[in-house]
């Protein structure tokens, strides 16, 4: 099992930053990959970025790419998601995934989507004021 639990999340003002946190149980962690993904009102889940487990490799949405960075620190069993220059659109509840079953594994087109996963967390929220 796998838990994960995000933070960091609030209101920010356009223009602003916020740098949200995913802790994660379990003692193999380091050969995740994770993800985080968000859910806009009345919008689909989506895509936000990816990273392998040793941080060596990245993919980001189109719509987020030059101003988030998604890193981790496996000693910490933490990944996070560094926001910069937040908008207004990116408003949304931000969610932490885990892929257990692929250890050592990588693929930026496999790991844009959700059914990639099969670990997520609760949910933080962010809200971008213009």
């Known amino acids: 099992q796998v838990q994960l639990v995000e933070s960091g999340g609030g209101l920010v003002q356009a223009g602003g930053s916020l740098r949200l946190s995913c802790a994660a149980s379990?003692?193999?962690?380091?050969?995740?990959?994770m993800g985080w993904f968000r859910r806009a009102p009345g919008k689909e889940r989506e895509f936000v970025a990816a990273?392998?487990?040793?941080?060596?490799?990245?993919n980001y949405a189109d719509s987020v790419k030059g101003r988030f960075t998604i890193s981790r620190d496996n000693a910490k069993n933490t990944v996070y998601l560094q926001m910069n220059s937040l908008k207004a659109e990116d408003t949304a509840v931000y969610y932490c995934?885990?892929?257990?079953?692929?250890?050592?594994?990588?693929?930026?087109?496999?790991?844009?989507?959700?059914?990639?996963?099969?670990?997520w967390g609760q949910g933080t929220q962010v809200t971008v004021s213009s």
């Open positions: 995934a885990a892929d257990s079953r692929s250890a050592w594994y990588y693929s930026s087109n496999y790991y844009i989507h959700q059914g990639s996963y099969d670990y």
């Open positions: 990273i392998n487990w040793s941080g060596g490799s990245t």
């Open positions: 379990g003692r193999t962690f380091s050969s995740y990959t």
